[in-house]
C-alpha cells in the first residue's frame, strides 16, 4: 500500500479524475468551439483587410489617373497660354512696327514737302532778286523805252523759265 502513500499517486488520480470531469461536462468542445469562432473571426478580418487592401488600391489607381489627367490639362492650359502670349506679342509687335513705319514715311513726305517748298520759296527770292538787280541794271545802262521793252521781255522770260 505504499502506493496509494506517494503523493504523486494522488496527482494522476486526481488529474484522471479532473479529465473524466471535463469530458463529462464537454469541456473539450467548448474549447473548439472558441477555438474555430476566433479561426473563423481572423479568417473574416483578413478578408476584410484584403477587401480594404483591394479597395485601396484601386482608390489610389484612380488618383494617379486623376493626377495625370489634371497634370496633362495643366500642361495644356500652360501650352497654350504661351501661344496665345506668343501670338499676342507678335500681333503687337507687327502692329508697332506697322505704326513706326507709317509715322516714319508721314513725317519723310513732310520733311520732302517742305523741302520742295523751301527750294521753291528759295527759287522765287533768288527770281525776285534777280529780276530787281536785272531791272535795276538795265534801268541805269539803257534808257528810254528800248530798255523798258528789254525789262519786260527778261521779265517774262524769266518767269517762263522758273515755272
Partial sequence: ????????????????????????????RMLLKALDNRSERIRSELAEAKRLKEEAAKVLADYKTRRAS??????????????????????????????VSRRTKSAESKIALAEAQALADVRAAAADAAVQAAATVLSQSVKGS???????????????KLN
Fill in 1 to 28: 500500500m505504499h502506493l496509494l502513500a506517494d503523493p504523486e499517486t494522488w496527482v494522476a488520480i486526481a488529474f484522471v479524475i479532473l479529465m473524466g470531469l471535463f469530458a463529462y461536462l464537454g469541456v473539450h
Fill in 70 to 99: 489634371a497634370e496633362r490639362e495643366a500642361e495644356e492650359i500652360v501650352t497654350s497660354a504661351k501661344a496665345e502670349a506668343e501670338r499676342i506679342a507678335a500681333e503687337a509687335k507687327a502692329k508697332m512696327e506697322d505704326f
Fill in 146 to 160: 528800248v530798255g523798258e521793252d528789254l525789262v519786260a521781255k527778261g521779265i517774262a522770260e524769266v518767269g517762263r
